[in-house]
Antibody, heavy 121, light 109 residues
Framework: QVQLVQSGSELKKPGASVKVSCKAS????????VNWVRQAPGQGLEWVGR????????TYAQGFTGRFVFSLDTSVSTAYLQISSLKAEDTAVYYC??????????????WGQGTSVTVSS | EIVMTQSPATLSVSPGERATLSCRAS??????LAWYQQKPGQAPRLLIC???TRATGIPARFSGSGSGTEFTLTISSLQSEDFAVYYC???????????FGQGTKLEIK
């Protein structure tokens, strides 16, 4: 079945880096972009950005440029989110989600289970 | 940047009753709107796309309506499993991106 499986929880110190993986299965990876969404504790959903899995072209939301980097390894159908110079306010659950643009619009139809990133000294 | 505003923040409804959730966009998003359901400790789940099209496997009691700046998610007869947080999301073609509403928590009355 179509699914996205993310890497496990991370506990990092301020200033460190973290790399979250999102492995796709059950569909052709390069046919669908991957989006990243952040959810801080007790808060709503916030779009981080997306990566075109065919071209590798990333798009970052406002406020997520510089320290946030998307990458791919298409040989293993996996997308990555790397966050550098971690701050306490980066503490959140990060979700990857497949983007479907088969209709008049685009939306996120398949989601990973989420990866908790905690930044604490 | 388009701002999505959901109301109310919390909605208390009894099982079996109808729930109506609202989402307003700061400017027209045409029908580029989706609704998601999120239960505690779980990832969001797509319910509605293109403002009114149910996603695969979503029960018929969920319906979406609206276009432009005003949108509604209606759950016709609430089941116990429907109590959750609901988010609306708009899609922008250029610059390509998404914006979520702040969410409506649907709780048992």
């Amino acid at each position: 079945q179509v699914q996205l499986v993310q890497s496990g929880s991370e506990l990092k110190k301020p200033g460190a880096s973290v790399k979250v993986s999102c492995k796709a299965s059950g569909y052709t990876f390069t046919n669908y972009a991957v989006n990243w969404v952040r959810q801080a504790p007790g808060q709503g959903l916030e779009w981080v950005g997306r990566i075109n899995t065919n071209t590798g072209n990333p798009t970052y939301a406002q406020g997520f440029t510089g320290r946030f980097v998307f990458s791919l390894d298409t040989s293993v159908s996996t997308a990555y989110l790397q966050i550098s110079s971690l701050k306490a306010e980066d503490t959140a659950v990060y979700y990857c989600a497949r983007e479907d643009c088969s209709s008049a619009s685009c939306y996120m139809d398949v989601w990973g289970q989420g990866t908790s990133v905690t930044v604490s000294s | 940047e388009i701002v999505m505003t959901q109301s109310p923040a919390t909605l208390s409804v009894s099982p079996g009753e109808r729930a109506t959730l609202s989402c307003r966009a700061s400017q027209s998003v045409s029908s580029h709107l989706a609704w998601y359901q999120q239960k505690p400790g779980q990832a969001p789940r797509l319910l509605i796309c293109d403002a009114s099209t149910r996603a695969t496997g979503i029960p018929a009691r969920f319906s979406g309506s609206g276009s432009g700046t005003e949108f509604t998610l209606t759950i016709s007869s609430l089941q116990s499993e429907d109590f959750a947080v609901y988010y609306c999301q708009q899609y922008n073609n250029w610059p390509r991106g998404y914006t979520f509403g702040q969410g409506t928590k649907l709780e048992i009355k």
